[in-house]
């Protein structure tokens, strides 16, 4: 990940804000992680195959597919893994396809399986 | 009828809808959804029509006193006429950018003048530790300095090919080919569906004929 990766990231850059997206149905979500991406992946993998998803990996980006559809068809959810520095790395979770309350639920059980691999969620980032 | 288009006359920096249509990526009825919410966030603190600063921190923050580098430099770049606020051309115009069909080569400009901090000409090397800087204060993420360094030296080297020690306006036009995503945040696919989100009231009466 580059230094303006890094910056596009910036609350104040991402002017979709003024249009008052609901934020809890968010189609993108990420957090940060101290861990190591193989083992990042590793977990996502493990979390997500008893929750019904499918796992295809290919270098640091997954895709998980729910096997069986949902309200709009098969919910689809792409999770790329970015190096910021050696001991920090962003994980960026987005819904590829489906339906979006699917993916916000999806969403909610893999982060509580990542508890430990988790150091910062998106809501942590964002200064109070 | 009458009061609601005389007010709109007398707003400074209103434009014709069909002017501003001709001139960005917008339709006419787009433009007119973008004055509905031009409309809401100019009179959210002031209602005088424009966009002051402590309203657009606040749309973007929900927070009027938050401060913020990128917003800052958003804000500036969104105030062609540098007069201290954003009347609504300055508003559709600048949004222009941001729509799907604005040209890449536009995108990648106002990149570019948002990244010079201090309006140079050139992305110098300090500009982009202190956004780096500012990136990572507001995402409350602590990193040594040496972290830091080869962040931002990584960056440099593969953008400043000439090595002289500041991106150029041509630098960054490469840099950006090789690393689309650099833009991404340029683009904002919610303007395509704004006649949707802001359905526009034109003949709408109601509200407007209790103000001055």
């Known amino acids: 990940m580059n230094a303006f990766e890094l910056i596009s990231m910036s609350k104040g850059l991402n002017l979709g804000n003024l249009f008052d997206v609901e934020q809890e149905f968010k189609r993108e979500t990420r957090f940060t992680s101290k861990c190591p991406a193989n083992e990042i992946i590793h977990k996502i993998e493990e979390a997500a195959k008893p929750l019904g998803f499918d796992v295809h990996k290919k270098n640091y980006k997954l895709r998980l597919e729910n096997m069986k559809a949902g309200r709009k068809g098969n919910l689809n959810v792409a999770t790329e893994i970015f190096q910021v520095a050696p001991s920090l790395h962003m994980v960026e979770v987005r819904k590829a396809k489906g339906d979006t309350l699917e993916f916000h639920k999806f969403y909610k059980n893999l982060s509580t399986c990542l508890e430990d691999v988790v150091w910062k969620t998106e809501e942590d980032m964002q200064e109070k | 009828m009458g009061c609601y288009w005389s007010k709109k006359a007398k707003t400074p920096g209103y434009e014709d809808p069909a002017v501003l249509a001709a001139e960005t990526p917008f339709t006419v009825n787009e433009v007119e959804a973008l004055y509905e919410l031009f409309k809401k966030l100019s009179s959210s603190i002031f209602d005088d029509g424009l966009i002051h600063k402590e309203e657009f921190q606040l749309a973007l923050f929900k927070n009027k006193d938050k401060r913020n580098l990128f917003a800052d430099r958003i804000f500036d770049l969104f105030d062609v006429k540098r007069n201290g606020v954003i009347e609504f051309g300055e508003f559709v115009r ?95 696919p919610y303007l395509k569906d704004i006649t949707l989100a802001f359905p526009s009231f034109v003949m709408s009466s109601e509200v407007e004929d209790s103000e001055i």
């Open chain 2, 94 to 188: 600048s949004l222009g950018v941001f729509h799907p069909n604005a040209p890449v080569e536009d995108k990648t400009e106002f990149a570019f003048r948002l990244y010079d901090l201090r309006q140079t000409g050139y992305i110098e090397r300090e500009e982009l530790k202190e956004m780096v800087l500012a990136l990572l204060h507001e995402s409350e993420l602590v990193l040594s300095d040496d972290v830091i360094e080869v962040i931002v030296d990584k960056t440099y080297s593969e953008a400043d090919k000439k090595g002289d020690g500041r991106i150029d306006q041509e630098e960054w036009r490469e840099f950006v080919l090789k690393h689309p995503s650099l833009i991404k945040n340029m683009t904002l």
